[in-house]
T-cell receptor
Framework: DAGVTQSPTHLIKTRGQQVTLRCSPKSGHDTVSWYQQALGQGPQFIFQYYEEEERQRGNFPDRFSGHQFPNYSSELNVNALLLGDSALYLC??????????FGPGTRLLVL | GENVEQHPSTLSVQEGDSAVIKCTYSDSASNYFPWYKQELGKRPQLIIDIRSNVGEKKDQRIAVTLNKTAKHFSLHITETQPEDSAVYFCAPKDPGINKFYFGSGTKLNVKP
């Protein structure tokens, strides 16, 4: 039974560029949430996708957008990257409102 | 949104001692209370959780207690081992949606 997977594991971008991160949920899960974790801090909720729609959003600008596909996998897109976007981006999956399980994360560095 | 606070921010104990981390939250309607362990460079992993209709739950050396009236829940680790060293996060759940508010974390150091 595969757990939550994310790609890529690491990424280096420059300011102003755009990035796409990917997440495959745990088998049987239909809900995907994205979190940003800055160094030394707790994960901050970005948004959640269920039935291919954004169901809930945290306090993040419109530069952060996402998508969920029919197979429940999801993408996180960040436009016009800023230095402050450097962080570990975590994907978590769940079945409806049950317990969330995290992927290994994508570490993004913006130079 | 939910206001979540964890105490202490760092905790150092001797191997074999007990450790207690407390999490306070603001939304009295919160109904699910998990604790996550995150080792350096790794993903947060669920170690124990409790629902609002239960006051205490135990799993081997780990336990969680919930005080809904006072709006706090605590993680208890007994007989600590060096491999328990990590950052621990509480993440009470916003009711009605699957949104978790994470605390700022407690760095636990277990000295051999």
């Amino acid at each position: 039974d595969a757990g939550v997977t994310q790609s890529p594991t690491h990424l280096i971008k420059t300011r102003g560029q755009q990035v796409t991160l990917r997440c495959s949920p745990k088998s049987g899960h239909d809900t995907v949430s994205w979190y940003q974790q800055a160094l030394g801090q707790g994960p901050q909720f970005i948004f959640q996708y269920y039935e291919e729609e954004e169901r809930q959003r945290g306090n993040f600008p419109d530069r952060f957008s996402g998508h969920q596909f029919p197979n429940y996998s999801s993408e996180l897109n960040v436009n016009a990257l800023l230095l402050g976007d450097s962080a570990l981006y975590l994907c978590a999956s769940s079945w409806r409102e049950e317990t969330q399980y995290f992927g290994p994360g994508t570490r993004l560095l913006v130079l | 949104g939910e206001n979540v606070e964890q105490h202490p921010s760092t905790l150092s104990v001797q191997e074999g001692d007990s450790a207690v981390i407390k999490c306070t939250y603001s939304d009295s309607a919160s109904n699910y209370f998990p604790w996550y362990k995150q080792e350096l460079g790794k993903r947060p992993q669920l170690i124990i959780d409790i629902r609002s209709n239960v006051g205490e739950k135990k799993d081997q050396r780990i336990a969680v207690t919930l005080n809904k009236t006072a709006k706090h829940f605590s993680l208890h680790i007994t007989e600590t081992q060096p491999e328990d060293s990590a950052v621990y996060f509480c993440a009470p759940k916003d009711p009605g949606i699957n949104k978790f508010y994470f605390g700022s974390g407690t760095k636990l150091n277990v000295k051999p």
